[in-house]
């Protein structure tokens, strides 16, 4: 199994130009604001409080890039990935003008970032697929980018609901061969198979 040994915040940025140089390979977590993007970094790298977290929507609102030592249990290999913060959407006090600028700094990290490796995206396992999720898959598959779905919250549904929800929500997302992971941040579950795939991605 694949740990995230050490971790660390390396800088946060809007524009290309102040992205950190990296020849890691780079996997971003986004979603709707208040998913749990910045508690999945906390809970990866076992360091709450690394990535900022609110019970209010909208706290993220740059890209933070974290630099992560890796070490693979069984090989004794080790390496070091980045991981990418990137702030929300879909948050309903935000005006057309933060949206857009919103638009145009994912866009260029998509575009630009050409370590970027791979995308996790956060749904919260309680709600029916959302359009602004769907759009964000549609993207995802246009640019080739690869991606795997996490379904955040799932200690807020019965344990004998949990597996089945996930999968109905997979086929709501109109997933293909991406998997969809349900985790809950709250009991610290359904993170070795989190880990096993960014395994997969790495090897
Ligand atoms: N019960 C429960 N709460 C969670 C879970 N994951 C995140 N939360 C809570 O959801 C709220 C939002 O979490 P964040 O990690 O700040 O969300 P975010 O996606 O980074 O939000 P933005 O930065 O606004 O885009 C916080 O109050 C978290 O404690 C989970 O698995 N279970
Ligand atoms: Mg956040």
Known sequence: MIRFVQSFYVKSAVEPADYPASAYPEFAFAGRSNVGKSTLI???????????????????????????????????????????????????????????????MISKYFEQRTQLKCIIVLVDIRHPADKKDIQLLEILRLRE????????????????????????LGKELGLRSEPIFPVSALNNTGLDPVFAWFHSKLS
């Open 42 to 104: 906390n809970l990866l790298t076992d360091r709450h409080g690394l990535a900022k977290t609110s019970s209010h929507p909208g706290k993220t609102r740059l890209l933070n890039f974290f630099l992560i030592r890796y070490k693979v249990e069984e090989s004794e290999e080790v390496g070091f990935l980045q991981l990418t913060d990137l702030p929300g959407y879909g948050f309903a006090e935000v005006g057309q003008a933060e949206q857009e600028r919103w638009r145009k």
């Open 145 to 168: 980018i690869d991606h795997c779905i996490v379904a955040t919250k799932a200690d807020k549904i019965p344990k004998t609901r949990i597996t089945r929800t996930a999968v109905a």
